[in-house]
DNA sequence: GCCGTTTTCGGCCCGACTGTTTTCAGTCG
């Protein structure tokens, strides 16, 4: 778990812990605000907290600031140790599931004394929560599936899983006859890295018959919700999806409000209020009069800015840029003009390079960079100088042949030895056209070494790219302890470019990061890792994070020609 | 607890849906 993740999590138990206690339920919306900026923060909390710039963080005061202090300091609150001792719940895993909320969770324990997940499902296999005030068989029935659904452990889906099981279920309504728009929104339309569930907005002339066909989809497990307006259904697999019926001129006003993020939602609604106008997912209102609400820039343009793009509407400064006309122009999947990281059959790629090479010049690619692993990398049958001597001849003779128009580029994904040394010789890497050096082995080191590590790798005049430069698999394994900064630091001397792995498992460096890449000057490789035919298509998946990392075309390496692009890689 | 180009006090997004109610509370997004 990162930093960032615990502080949030320290601040989300206080909040409960607050409200199960009885306390102001602002208080701990208050948290739970603390909890979002903190979520989506996108840069190491500790490096804020250095900067004592912690209360510059929309919605964290000066005692959320001085819990987050004393929690990085000593490992500790003091609040929220009293807090636990006087509630002894474990709200967080209570919280966790689908139907439990602070006041069920406060209910439960006042008059059952239920302090965990265990002795709720107790409670409810015995029937012991129907009954009590507000609560009935449905519920209690619900709260069981509820359990069930956190046990699987599937809350969350990484977003290509999301988009293909969306499109397919976009596929089946589209078959309806009558309807107008269909749009899937909400954080798969931002592009976030991981789903909770999928929103789909839809404009038809048969609402009744749009959503009787929809939870009767053959994937539905449960049905949770069925009205006119919004059915919910969670699938086999247990993926959440919302769906929900839209008239023609509101639909821009409801796909912006569907869209969210809460926090963009929550300024933009602050900023009609200050113009004497109301925001709702009907549209934008003087009085009664509605002045926007047909199409998103609609709504955009009566507040005074430009159109937000979804991906970056996080309430993490775009309402400002978009006020003053300073958005980025944001890059696009047609801007790229090769890719430069691909595998072959010669380390642990499965096709042959002929294979690849046919499959990315579909894609229109002006340049193509085969960059197999290296010798220390065993379990991929890495390539040894000798190896790749000959690999490097082969692609001569290939571009040779005429068969492929775009260029081949030669290169490897050079590994990262313990103590920052490359497992290949000098020599050899003189001769590359692009070199790659990425970290696979000893993951866990301590930050201080990896961070050393991983300088003087790209220190090595012959290296051109820091491949996933943290290591991480997104809901497999955390980032490796390592001081970016420090890193970026290093690579800007060294003319040394950051990689965008768009592998969707991978997307490393994240949005964030690539941020704070571009602040200190650093160029991006967005490149796709590919090790079959099949994975080249996930530039799409790259492009994303770009986006959210506010990435245009010009901060791009591989947008560039050929020659523009070799240069900008020169020492 | 946080926040402020009406405010340092008094608000805090708000509507749909469900379940348990008979007018509303809790959850969710």
Redo the contacts with the bound molecule.
């Keep these: 778990m990162t930093k960032n993740a615990e502080v949030a999590n320290i601040l989300k138990e206080i909040g409960l812990l607050?409200q199960v206690e009885g306390k102001?339920k602002?208080?701990f919306?208050?948290?739970l605000?603390?909890v979002r900026s903190i979520t989506s923060l996108g840069e190491d909390i500790t490096s804020v907290a250095d900067r004592g710039e912690l209360?510059k963080?929309?919605?964290?005061?000066?005692?959320?600031?001085?819990?987050i202090t004393s929690y990085l300091e000593t490992g500790e609150v003091e609040?929220l140790t009293e807090l636990r001792t006087r509630v002894p719940v474990k709200v967080m895993e209570l919280?966790a599931?689908?139907?439990?909320?602070?006041?069920?969770?406060?209910?439960v324990y006042e008059k059952l004394g239920i302090t965990d997940l265990e002795g709720l499902e107790r409670a409810a296999l015995e029937g012991k929560l129907?009954?009590l005030?507000?609560?009935?068989?449905?519920?209690?029935?619900?709260i069981l599936s509820?359990i069930g659904i956190v046990k699987s452990g599937l809350d969350r889906t990484i977003l290509a899983e999301a988009l293909s099981i969306a499109a397919k279920i976009e596929g089946e309504l589209r078959t309806i006859p009558g309807i107008h728009q269909l749009v899937i929104a909400?954080s798969a339309r931002r592009r976030r890295e991981t789903i909770?569930?999928i929103?789909i907005l839809v404009d038809a002339s048969d609402s009744k018959l749009v959503m009787d066909t929809f939870v009767e989809y053959r994937d539905v497990s449960t049905?949770?919700?069925?009205?006119?307006?919004?059915?919910?259904v969670r699938l086999i697999g247990g993926l959440?999806i919302?769906l929900?019926?839209l008239p023609a001129d509101s639909f821009g006003a409801g796909l912006q409000?569907?869209t969210?993020s809460?926090d963009h939602?929550?300024r933009l609604?602050?900023i009609a209020?200050?113009k004497?106008l109301?925001?709702?997912?009907?549209g934008l209102f003087k009085g009664e009069e509605k002045v926007a609400g047909e199409d998103e820039e609609g709504i955009y343009k009566a507040l005074g800015m430009t159109m937000i793009e979804p991906e970056l509407r996080e309430d993490k400064g775009e309402i400002e840029a978009a006020q003053t006309g300073e958005l980025p122009s944001l890059i696009t999947v047609d801007d790229i003009r090769g890719d430069l990281h691909s595998h072959t059959d010669q380390s642990d790629g499965r096709n042959t390079i002929e294979e690849m090479l046919d499959a990315a010049e579909t894609k229109g690619y002006e340049y193509y960079c085969v960059s197999d692993h290296t010798q220390s990398l065993t379990i991929a049958n890495g390539l040894d100088e000798g190896r790749l001597l000959k690999r490097i001849e082969e692609i001569d003779e290939l571009n040779a042949s005429g068969r492929w128009k775009m260029k081949i580029l030669k290169g490897a994904e050079v590994d990262i030895l313990g103590q920052g040394a490359l497992d290949i010789e000098d020599d050899v890497l003189s001769q590359l056209d692009v070199v790659t050096v990425s970290v696979h082995s000893r993951m866990k080191e301590e930050k201080k070494i990896m961070t050393e590590r991983v300088c003087h790798a790209i220190e090595n005049k012959h290296v051109h790219v820091l491949g996933h430069p943290t290591g991480r698999l997104i809901l497999k394994r955390p980032e490796f302890e390592i001081d970016l900064e420090a890193v970026f630091e290093t690579a800007a001397k060294n003319n040394v470019v950051m990689e965008l792995n768009a592998h969707p498992k991978r997307l490393d460096l994240n949005a964030g990061n690539l941020r704070a890449a571009k602040r200190v000057g650093l160029k991006i490789a967005i490149n796709t890792d590919a090790h079959v035919i099949s994975e080249l298509d996930n530039m799409q998946y790259g492009i994303f994070e770009a986006r959210r990392g506010w990435v245009t075309k010009e901060d791009v390496i591989n947008t560039f020609p050929l020659k523009k692009m070799l240069g900008l890689l020169k020492k």
């Excluded at 963080?57 to 819990?67: E, F, R, V």
């Excluded at 599931?97 to 209910?107: A, R, Y």
């Excluded at 049905?223 to 059915?231: L, N």
């Design positions: 607050l102001d602002f208080k919306l208050a948290y605000r603390g209360t963080i929309q919605g964290i005061g000066k005692g959320l600031a001085d819990a609040l919280e599931i689908p139907g439990v909320g602070p006041k069920t969770i406060q209910l129907s009954g005030p507000g609560l009935g068989q449905k519920t209690e029935e619900q509820g909400g909770g569930d929103d049905i949770t919700a069925h009205g006119d307006t919004k059915s919910s959440q919302d929900r019926i409000y569907f969210g809460v939602n929550v609604r602050s209020k200050k004497g109301t925001l709702n997912e009907y």
